[in-house]
């Protein structure tokens, strides 16, 4: 029944490139809804039960085999994407909430939280009044820190977790509380974020959770430690606690609800590593993450998994001047995520092996693979490592004697993603451009752009840069967009007019992580 579909184009066949015989079938929306008034209320139902079954059917298979299966990931994705409006037309809330609340956990590019926000939104008016507009709304506060409205997030993150604790709600607030942290953490708040994670802890007993339960809030306040630069303590602490997980029930206690041993054994391990690496001690980062991959393995993980974590290996590799184990773990773990299509590892790899580059001497190689991994940061959307990589750019092309114009552009664009995004970044990019515009001199004000347009002209030379689309999604007033270049220019140049002493160059921003 296919080909007089196409041949009348009401559809259109094109190939997905997965398999020689494997195609897709897309409709445009105004055909689609011709179609459906056509059929009348009794075939729109049963169609709509149909298709609903069939969604939520491919997300269970995909969700049962991801990790093992390349297809998983992407199948979760469009089912949450696809599947939302047979659920919604047939009020069947609870699958449209999980369904999203999965894929938003393994896609957080720009365009798929784009998708998102406005069908979780919709969930939101839909619960309200009942029992499930907490968690509702806490999964509308959790997409709208993807899409960088953190002020809006944070607002809505309080009002839940003030609900929720009122209400008795109390695994609900501890969840949420959670969530708050880590914003106040990113956002350059770490004292703010260890007093919410205290009041965290209360919320978990009172939620009656056991052992691995209030063991796992611990892990989030030595994140938040760690943070704060505490890391002596931190290590140490790890230290203990990680005797004390060997006694402890395993299988967890019915008490202890849904937790993942396995999930804070690693993410208790990881802190130790965070906090070795902040103690420059690269061998014991490189044991403890060791253990990482023991129990990730133990697990069964699939292989880009365990690749995630293996890669974490590369900068304590790098500080001990093991260039050649450094260089062969990073082709390793590339191969892998070509294998698994994992953009946003790719680019982290990439940048790793720019690092790996400069650190050997070896600009022009670092300047190319900064470049190529742009090209898979942006199409993941991955904010942080995008800033890093313009960050990093500015350096090489410093070193390999590239025209001011484009080492300032990408030194204001790493500082733009900083203050667009809230992170808690833009204090050393407006000082490495303070250092930049000094050793530039005269040349100075001839580089700069004197306008956002200009700025992305320069910038998206790069292949794979798509620095207007990312910065106008994040700040859709394009009048306010320019405002912020002239302000961080106002005030890199107001710096630079007063350090008295030439500014140092620190290198790149080092250790970046592929999960």
């Known amino acids: 029944m296919l080909d007089p579909l196409v041949a009348a184009a009401l559809v259109d066949k094109q190939a997905t490139g997965e398999k020689p015989d494997a195609f897709e079938v897309l409709i445009h929306p105004g055909v689609a809804e011709a179609g459906r008034a056509e059929a009348g ?36 994705v469009r089912a949450g994407l696809h ?9 069947e809330w609870e699958t449209a909430a999980i369904v ?9 590019s720009p365009g798929t939280i784009a998708a998102v926000l406005p069908l979780v939104q919709r969930l939101v008016a839909a619960t309200t009044g009942t029992e499930r507009e907490a968690k509702d709304r806490f999964q509308l506060a959790r997409v709208l820190l993807f899409a960088g409205r953190t002020g809006e997030a944070e607002a809505l993150l309080r009002e839940v977790i003030a609900q929720t604790a009122a209400r008795g709600e109390f695994a609900t607030a501890s969840t949420a509380s959670g969530e708050l942290a880590n914003l106040l953490r990113d956002t350059g708040r770490p004292r703010e974020a260890l007093q919410v994670l205290e009041r965290m802890a209360e919320y978990t007993r009172q939620a009656g959770q056991g052992p691995w339960s209030q063991l796992a809030d611990e892990v989030w306040r030595l994140q938040v430690r760690n943070a704060l630069g505490e890391h002596p303590e931190v290590l140490a602490r790890v ?3 990680r005797e004390q997980m060997r006694q402890m029930p395993d299988p967890p206690e019915s008490n202890d609800g849904s937790v993942n041993i396995w999930n804070v054994r690693e993410a208790m391990l990881d802190v130790g590593r965070s906090a070795a690496l902040g103690l420059q001690e690269w061998q014991q980062a490189l044991e403890l993450n060791a253990e990482i991959i023991a129990v990730t393995e133990k697990r069964g993980a699939g292989a880009l998994e365990v690749a995630r974590t293996l890669f974490n290996d590369y900068a304590p590799l790098l500080r001990l001047g093991r260039f050649d184990d450094a260089r062969e773990l990073l082709l ?21 092996l720019a690092e790996l580059e400069d650190e050997r001497g070896h600009h022009e190689a670092a300047r190319r693979f900064e470049q190529t ?8 959307g991955t904010t942080d490592n995008i800033n890093s990589s313009h960050f990093n750019l ?4 410093t070193r390999t004697g590239g025209d001011w114009r484009d080492v300032l552009g990408h030194r204001l664009a790493a500082a733009m993603i900083s203050g667009l995004t809230g992170s808690a970044g833009p204090q050393r990019d407006i000082a490495a451009l303070v250092g930049d515009l000094r050793r530039a001199g005269d040349q100075a004000n001839a580089a700069l752009p004197g306008h956002f347009a200009a700025l992305c002209a320069t910038v998206q030379q790069v292949e794979g840069v798509r620095f207007r689309e990312l910065t106008q999604r994040l700040q859709p007033d394009e009048a306010g967009l320019n405002q912020l270049l002239k302000d961080v220019i106002a005030t890199a140049k107001e710096l630079a007019d007063k350090v008295t002493s030439e500014s140092r160059d620190d290198g790149p921003r080092q250790g970046k992580e592929a999960q």
Not at 52 to 71: M, P, Q, Y
Not at 83 to 91: I, K
Not at 101 to 107: G, S, Y
Not at 394 to 397: D, M, V
């Open 373 to 380: 991994a742009f090209r898979y940061e942006y199409a993941a």
């Open 83 to 91: 599947g939302f409006p047979y659920f919604a037309r047939l009020g």
């Open 332 to 352: 390793r773990c590339r191969e892998v995520f070509e294998q698994e299509n994992a953009v946003a590892e790719l680019g982290a790899a990439f940048s790793a």
């Open 394 to 397: 500015a350096i090489y092309l």
């Open 239 to 241: 230290m203990e606690l």
């Open 100 to 108: 999203l609340e999965r894929t938003v956990q393994l896609d957080q």
């Open 41 to 76: 209320p009794d075939l729109q139902k049963a169609v709509d039960h149909e298709l609903s079954a069939t969604w939520n059917t491919l997300f269970r298979r995909a969700r049962e085999v991801h990790g093992r299966e390349a297809w998983a990931g992407r199948m979760i």
